[in-house]
C-alpha cells in the first residue's frame, strides 16, 4: 500500500469515526428527550419520554368541577398528542444531520430500532508495516 493511500485510508477512517461516535452520542440524547403540554387553561398537563410514553399527568383540582369526563378524557388525551408531538419534533431536529436523503425517521427509530443495527463496527486500522499484501 502506497503512504498516500494509506495516508487516505487512515483519514478515512478517521472521520468515519468521528461520525460514527457523534451519531451515538445522538442517540443517548434521544433516551433523555421528554415534552411537556398543557391546556390553555391549564386544567391538564401531561409529560411525555422519547417514545411517547406518558410520564406524568397533572389536573388542577378545579378540573373536576368545570369538565365532564369525556370532556376530560379528550383533554388529557390532546395534550398527549401535542407533546408527543413535541418529542417527534426535537427528535427529528436531533437526527436530522444523520438522516441518509429518503429514509423515513420512522424507519430508524420505530419501536424496538436501535442505532447499533445500521452502523458497522468501527474501522480499525493494521499497525504500520503490517498491511495485507494480499
Given at each position: 500500500?502506497?503512504?498516500?493511500?494509506r495516508l487516505t485510508v487512515e483519514e478515512l477512517a478517521k472521520e468515519y469515526n468521528r461520525q460514527a461516535t457523534q451519531l451515538r452520542e445522538a442517540y443517548g440524547k434521544l433516551s433523555e428527550l421528554t415534552a411537556t403540554a398543557e391546556s390553555r387553561d391549564r386544567m391538564v398537563s401531561v409529560?411525555?419520554?422519547p417514545r411517547g410514553?406518558?410520564?406524568n399527568?397533572?389536573?388542577?383540582p378545579r378540573v373536576y368541577r368545570k369538565l365532564s369526563p369525556s370532556q376530560l378524557a379528550r383533554a388529557i388525551?390532546?395534550?398527549i398528542g401535542?407533546?408527543?408531538?413535541?418529542?417527534?419534533g426535537q427528535t427529528k431536529e436531533l437526527m436530522a444531520p444523520f438522516m441518509p436523503q429518503g429514509i423515513?425517521?420512522?424507519d430508524v427509530f420505530g419501536e424496538g430500532a436501535s442505532i447499533e443495527s445500521f452502523l458497522p463496527q468501527p474501522v480499525r486500522l493494521p499497525p504500520e508495516g503490517q498491511e495485507d499484501r494480499g
Open positions: 500500500m502506497s503512504e498516500e493511500f409529560t411525555v419520554g410514553q406518558v410520564q399527568i397533572k389536573l388542577d388525551m390532546e395534550q401535542a407533546a408527543t408531538g413535541q418529542v417527534a423515513p425517521l420512522e
